[in-house]
């Protein structure tokens, strides 16, 4: 009898610490709640940063690299009498996207 008392406590004792540490497993839907919430917060300051740095040097290079090519096309039309735009209008329709690109971005990410 002595054997099987020391065995029910030791299984009595494993289920309550079972049920002691299992606790803890209903803090999830808080879990979630938190993430949500800091992600709303995240997600104003990378549409801030984003609008006010990333779409602004994009913007720079572009136009940059538009006006280069418009005067290498112009040198190469002088030299050999034919004009080339393909490259300055890929550029030029990038930058126009670029440009533009705040004003629908967001939308369509839905933030």
Known sequence: MNR???TAI????????CMFISSTAYGASNVSTAIESTWKDAAAQIKDVTNKVIFPAVDLILAILFFVKLATSYFEYKKHGQFEFTGAAILF????FS?????????????
Request: net charge positive; hydrophobic share 70%; proline share 4%.
């Open 99 to 111: 440009l533009t690109a705040p004003l629908y971005v967001w939308t369509i990410l839905g933030m």
């Open 93 to 96: 329709f990038g930058l126009i």
């Open 4 to 6: 099987y008392k020391k």
């Open 10 to 17: 030791v299984i009595l004792a494993a289920v309550m610490l």
